[in-house]
């Protein structure tokens, strides 16, 4: 039934395209952000829209040679507000997930903060290198983590000599981690190089490389399209993959997060 | 859904084992010091001298009046933050214990059982009936064994069904040590439904194993009662009360 959705929508585009010159539909593309979420998108003092993702929308139309215009939408209303044809693209750090794909497409993944571990700034953990977890890197340590997680799981299923402890929150973690009940924690970077800049997280600092392996951390953001814009899809992936050859990404990337790889697959 | 049942028992089944003998672990161990602890507690509460009262009334109205929940969070992340920032405290030996979850929230557990079942116990003290306590000091025994041979005897009669109503309180109370990362039965339910998605399944198996328990624990408590009760069926079987089973 999809499939034959996709196929007739594929061919109907087919025939606008052959009928309008290419690309000529997509002069300009409306992109919807969230302005809530900092420092990827987020409103200034003067309500003007700020952030990677606004900076990021803005480079990726400039490679694409299109025009675009960023508007705010409340999260809630993110994927209904792009089936009503409000707006084309999000771009608003929205994960790629099976359940939206139901409803809507996404292009390629643009962003996804790496797990790392944090612990005293004199450790040192190497838990997963050149794409293979090294299973016995944290042998008989206690590592505090938040359950419910991509990263609870990643650790189960991987460590079977550690001790794990559970925690509601990633606060709560990181509390027995400055009180030295846990010898480290698991986390989101973004989450983690927050805290780092904290009075509370003195002495102690990222102690592993970055990693994201799609098997246990899914595909990161993707840019949000309706399932009919196979072009746009198309011209978006186009100019993204532009942007990571030419270094205009990692510019954007070193802007904003200096010590996190916001591409690492 | 009954496949789905079937995978999470399947797949899962160690994870609920073992949250299965961590929350009977929990329980056991709560309810055991629990109820020691309680027993001077209660002597004391009902003491006429008012400086020996206060103390355990103090004690019961703290951790009657605020949320388990609560307690659980001072005593783990409170103290435990405390001790831990005691110097030197990280390198000596006792920090292997002192940093473990398991032993703050056991302490917190016979804290609130004891404070609750104290209370049970007070009402069961003053209410043996006076003429007994009289019997007794005419018979010349002095207080110590006046609370062996009669008070307490007489007490637990009385409290029996409450106390068993306070430790199946005490079972449902222990799902909340994964708050402190201490995967019991409700933890580990929470564990499967993270992985699964499957939230009835998990939820459902947990509570077939919390039923089962607290049908083992009223079976089991129900035996001891009539063992406590024996004296009442011996006055039956008296002539006076005859008739009534010969109709």
Sequence with gaps: MKNWIKVASAAAIGIALSASAANAAWEKVVVATEGAYPPFNMVDENGKLIGFDVDFANKLCETAKIECEIVAQDWDGMIPGLLAKKYDAIIAQMSITEERKRSIDFTNYYSNTPAVFVGKDTMKIEAYKDGEVMEDALDGMVIGVQRSTTHANFLEDNFPNIEIRMYGTQDEALLDLTAGRVDATLADSGTLDDWLKSDAAKGYGFVSNQFAPSEWFGDGAGIGIRQEDQDLKEILNKALAEMLANGSYDELNKKYFPAINLHPN | ?247
């Design chain 2, 1 to 247: 859904m009954f496949e789905d049942l079937i995978y999470v028992l399947g797949k899962y089944d160690t994870w609920l084992w073992r949250g299965f003998l961590l929350t009977i672990e929990l329980l056991v161990i709560s309810v055991t010091f629990g109820t020691l602890l309680a027993i001077p507690l209660a002597v004391a509460r009902v003491s006429k001298k008012l400086w020996i009262q206060a103390v355990p009334f103090a004690f019961i109205y703290v951790f009657r009046g605020t949320p388990l929940i609560g307690q659980l969070f001072m005593m783990y992340y409170g103290v435990g933050q405390l001790i831990s920032n005691i110097d030197g405290i990280q390198d000596h030996w006792s920090w292997a214990y002192l940093r473990n979850p398991y032993w703050y929230c056991l302490l917190t557990f016979v804290l609130n059982t004891s404070a609750y079942v104290a209370e049970i116990m007070r009402g069961g003290i003053q209410n043996v009936p006076s003429g007994e306590l009289e019997a007794a000091r005419a018979c010349g025994m002095t207080p110590w064994t006046t609370y062996s041979r009669i008070i307490f005897p007489r007490m637990w009669q009385m409290i029996w069904p409450a106390y068993t109503n306070d430790v199946i309180f005490t079972l449902k109370a222990t799902s909340l040590a994964s708050t402190v990362t201490m995967m019991e039965l409700t933890g580990a339910a929470r564990k499967i439904v993270a992985r699964t998605a499957l939230p009835y399944e998990a939820f459902i198996s947990a509570g077939v194993i919390y039923l089962i328990i607290v049908y083992t624990l009223t079976f089991g408590f129900k035996g001891i009662e009539r063992y406590l009760r024996r004296n009442e069926r011996r006055k039956d079987k008296q002539p006076g009360t005859a008739k009534a089973a010969s109709a």
